[in-house]
């Protein structure tokens, strides 16, 4: 398990507001020397508590509207159809830019974010994508309008 | 609106999965001088199509257990409280580390992707802080399990 301390965390914080200070200028921030800065972001990568580097993508390539969808299958008398069968679906998702992020919900269901340019846009898709797949038990849709916490994961997740 | 053409969504793209690449390495990945790619980046950002550079961490920071929570608000008698409790539980929510996003749904809807370290962390987090709170209609947990697109959103997302 990975111990940090209040520095390392520090540090952490930093990063993610702006991974692209110096180490001088952290050093600053913090009233540390360099080398210590230095130090200790190497051994973070090293240990993979940072696990990469990446860039969030500003508002006008992000999508305007947004929902969760939650999709349940209906159950069939073959088990492992069910199993192939959601798979299926979640590479199927995977592969539409609309699909921000799709993960596997319980045995029978899958969850995930989508997004449009606009309202309409997004219901279409949902109704043309999503609502037409085969032997759906539920097909539910949360919008997702002002975000309180966490509002960088659009930029963070939209394809280019 | 921003107009990006190929190179653009090439350059793009190399920064979402590395960052911390140099412009000669951008440079040489795509073929082109390095004072195009130089010049490149520093209109996208001037142009805020990259918003910022982040940092994600890595899986032993994370949450292993996960799940999207959609909550419905009873609807008052007077409208003007259920704007003002809707808003009240994002502040509440977005204030807790297991909490790791939260948005309004809808009129008098909220949802949340919420962590904890186990599956009965995360249980107790739903039972003993969401399902408490007053005036609520409806409360409904989907688990997040395997990730098949986006799979960085919770290192991004997870506090330290």
């Known amino acids: 398990m990975v111990q940090l301390d209040d520095l390392d965390r520090a540090i952490l914080r930093i990063l993610k507001e702006d991974a692209r200070l110096t ?19 190497k051994k973070l990568q090293e240990k993979g ?16 509207a947004l929902a969760i969808v939650y999709i349940q299958a209906e159950t069939p008398i073959i088990e492992d159809f069910l199993e192939r069968y959601i798979r299926h679906i979640i590479r199927t998702l995977a592969l539409l830019p609309n699909v921000l992020m799709v993960a596997r919900s319980g045995a029978d269901g899958i969850v995930a974010l989508v997004g449009a340019e606009n309202q309409e846009k997004l219901n279409r898709f949902v109704d043309e994508t999503i609502r037409v797949l085969p032997t759906l038990r539920r097909v539910e849709v949360f919008p997702v309008d002002e975000i309180g916490k966490g509002s960088g994961v659009v930029g963070f997740l939209v394809d280019v």
Do not use: C, D, M
């Open 49 to 64: 508590v940072i696990e990469r580097y990446t860039i969030v993508l500003g508002k006008e390539l992000q999508p305007k």
């Open 23 to 41: 180490i001088s200028e952290i050093a600053e921030k913090l009233n540390r020397p360099e080398s210590t800065i230095h130090f200790r972001i």
